[in-house]
């Protein structure tokens, strides 16, 4: 797991589920308990509210709401079979146990009973039919949902292991941290989302907001959000991209109208350029930072990395592997193993010096 200072731990895992168990609300970990099937068990930050846990059983967005009600029809046929097949069993397991061990007589056995066998083909046939339709239908529905003329445009590249984001439209470039507008019901707002990959598949995975879908390289997929209320929503990838595939975590940002046209404007502006940190700027233009990273308004135009105009902006780092201080950003500058074991930036083998001066320009990029 991460390494994270003091408990302020943005990670995921099952270990910091039981750590925050007596915070969250009971049926939050029931609900955890639900999904216990799920192979990767995305974690709660400690950090956050129970509110944004990652449970697809409580829904804020169409998708996500209609992927839950086929979830319960689902489980409510295939439950009715099991109650009755399991009941049958006992039934015949209490009724017809061997009273008297020691004299076992072969019971009649019956052969070729065309109306047995009729009942048990056409009547699976049928509820895989019913499964299957209303399974199509529901798939159908999400995908060919009609896009407002107003809806926003965001493309998400998936990189191991980190995300970037767009937004074509509004000139903005950003990472790990996607904002947008909340879309209440009576007046629909939704983001329509393209996918794509820089390198291998990733998946985009925000269960209260919607379901997987994958970011497969040179291949575009799509999908949409119209969450219904303001916050936080945590997600993650959800194919193994890598070695740090469960360290590229999600945070969508559901704004309201004005909180969000300040976001808008703030990402629209260049960097902020402080002749204070000037010699911290001077290391990250030659110490091969500006290789990898942007910083609007500068010389650095390196698209590799996260866009690091608006650092300060986000409130976690390298994915939500950590959060956003100022001395996490020294110790995942001087080291990105000690977050990320298997991050795609290298140690920059920087002084002392050089750190302090590249943290305090960094800290300046609000
Ligand atoms: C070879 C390319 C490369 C170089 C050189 C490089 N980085 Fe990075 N950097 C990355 C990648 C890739 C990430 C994303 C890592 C992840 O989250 O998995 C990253 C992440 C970061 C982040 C976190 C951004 C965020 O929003 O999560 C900061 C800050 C950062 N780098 C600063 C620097 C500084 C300062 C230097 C120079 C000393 C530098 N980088 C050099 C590739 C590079
Ligand atoms: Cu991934």
Redesign the pocket.
């Known amino acids: 797991m991460s390494k994270n200072e003091g408990g302020t731990s943005v990670g995921w895992g099952l270990s910091q589920v039981r750590q925050v168990g007596s915070s969250v609300n009971r049926s939050a970990i029931r609900a955890w308990m639900a999904m216990g099937a799920l192979s990767i068990l995305p974690g709660v930050a400690v950090a956050e509210s129970a509110g944004s846990i990652p449970n697809m059983m409580r829904p804020e967005a169409t998708p996500a709401h209609q992927i839950l009600s086929l979830t319960f029809f689902v489980l409510l046929i295939t439950g009715s079979i099991f109650v009755v097949v399991a009941g049958l069993l006992t039934v015949a397991i209490v009724r017809f146990r061997s009273r008297n061990a020691g004299t076992v007589v072969e019971p009649p056995q019956i052969y070729g009973s065309t109306q047995v066998e009729l009942a048990w083909t056409v009547v699976p046939v049928l509820i895989v039919a019913v499964l299957f339709l209303t399974t199509a239908r529901i798939i159908f529905a999400i995908q060919d949902a009609p896009k407002p003329k107003d809806a926003l445009d965001v493309t998400v590249v998936g990189h191991q292991?980190?995300w970037e984001f767009r937004y074509p439209a509004l000139g903005i470039v950003t990472?790990?941290e996607l904002h947008v507008p909340v879309s209440p019901v009576d007046h629909p707002q939704p983001t329509f989302l393209k996918l794509l990959s820089a390198d291998v598949i990733h998946s985009f995975w925000v269960p209260r907001l919607a379901g997987k879908t994958d970011l497969i390289p040179n291949h575009e997929n799509t999908m949409w959000i119209d969450p219904h209320k303001p916050g936080l929503y945590l997600g993650q990838c959800a194919q193994f991209c890598g070695a740090?595939h469960a360290m590229m975590l999600l945070r969508v940002y559901v704004d309201t109208p004005t909180e969000y046209a300040a976001w808008v404007r703030n990402q629209q502006k260049p960097a902020v350029q402080d002749p204070a940190v000037a010699a911290g700027r001077r290391v990250?233009e030659t110490?091969?930072?500006m290789?990898?990273?942007r910083i609007a308004g500068t010389a650095a135009t390196g698209v590799?990395?996260?866009d690091?105009t608006h650092?300060m902006s986000?409130s976690t780092?390298?994915?939500g592997?950590t959060t956003n201080t100022p001395e996490h950003?020294r110790e995942?500058?001087k080291d990105?193993a000690h977050y990320?074991d298997g991050?795609?930036?290298?140690a920059?083998q920087?002084s002392d010096v050089q750190l302090d001066q590249?943290t305090a320009y960094?800290a300046t990029l609000k």
């Open positions: 292991f980190w990472a790990n740090q990250f110490e091969a930072c290789n990898c990273h590799f990395g996260p690091l650092l986000r780092i390298a994915s592997a950003l995942w500058i990105p990320k991050a795609l930036m290298p920059m920087l590249v960094l």
